[in-house]
């Protein structure tokens, strides 16, 4: 069996729900601090082995382009300044890892997004990283996917368990438990209604696919929005590969929602000695 060494992060969608700043700025951009969300998302697949980035960008994305890539104006005038510390910051983000860019050319949905980088991919199996969800955990959810890729040698997708009313919202699954963690899917239903739904366990931003699935993607008819939907995909897919669910263990920030945006800048600011202190009197005087 080949090992994952390539992933895909899908970064070409117009963030719509953060307008008007997303009008000028991808929303994979959107600073997490003093880091785009975007960063943590490559900082997951460096840490679970991956090698290779295809990021799937669009128009308007050439911003994530300029912050991967090396800025020597920059870096001389940091080093002029004898500000070592941030020029390390800024050089480590431009070694991260080796980043190709590939341009969808009209948002045509996230099967079609994926199918972009299916020459770069050829015939190895692959990770997909979506750009605007982060999930912490010291062993980070792609490798935990890898591992049970490398386990069973099938596809398989992150679920966690989503409230009830929030399922409306999500690709829910029907399966069967394998392990305590890892269910065999046996159907994905897109954004059912609760009385429709067979679960509470919903589908997240990660997946690790073998190069079947873009045969699956180039026979998958438009959906909702005439946009390709990897969930029909994934049910093609169904009919030929065996396919499972893994409920990850970590920490997820969906951070294309604005509320989730804001969990993420706070826990992440918690977390920060310089910061701690004075958010913690903050929240608590908002509180009172």
């Given at each position: 069996m080949k090992r994952i060494k390539k992933a895909i992060i899908p970064a070409a969608g117009l963030g719509t729900r953060f307008l008007p700043v997303t009008k000028s700025m991808p929303k994979e951009m959107l600073p997490i601090i003093d880091k785009p969300v975007i960063h943590h998302v490559v900082e997951e697949a460096v840490a679970s082995g991956i090698e290779d980035i295809i990021i799937i960008t669009g128009r308007g994305k050439r911003a994530i382009e300029d912050y991967f890539d090396e800025s020597p104006e920059l870096e001389m005038h940091l080093l002029k300044s004898n500000k070592k510390a941030l020029f390390k910051i800024v050089r480590d983000v431009s070694s991260l890892v080796d980043i190709h860019y590939i341009r969808q050319k009209e948002p045509k949905g996230l099967g079609d997004a994926i199918l972009r980088a299916e020459r770069h991919i050829g015939d190895e199996p692959f990770a997909v990283l979506l750009g605007d969800d982060i999930i912490r955990n010291k062993r980070p959810c792609t490798l935990q996917l890898i591992e049970k890729f490398e386990k069973y040698g099938s596809p398989v997708i992150a679920v966690e368990e989503i409230p009830e009313e929030k399922v409306s919202s999500y690709g829910i699954i029907d399966g069967t438990k394998v392990e305590?963690?890892?269910?065999?899917?046996?159907d994905i239903i897109e954004k059912p209604s609760i009385d429709g739904a067979p679960s509470t366990l919903g589908t997240v931003g990660r997946y690790i696919f073998t190069p079947e699935i873009f045969n699956c993607i180039k026979k998958t008819p438009p959906g909702v929005g005439n946009e390709i939907q990897l969930t029909d995909s994934i049910r093609l897919l169904m009919e030929h590969q065996r396919f499972y669910a893994h409920l990850f263990r970590g920490c997820r920030y969906d951070t294309g929602d604005k509320a989730g945006y804001i969990q993420a800048i706070i826990d992440f600011a918690m977390e920060d000695e310089?910061?701690?202190?004075?958010?913690?009197?903050h929240i608590q005087k908002v509180g009172k």
């Open positions: 305590d963690d890892l269910y065999l899917v046996e310089g910061l701690r202190r004075s958010i913690r009197d």
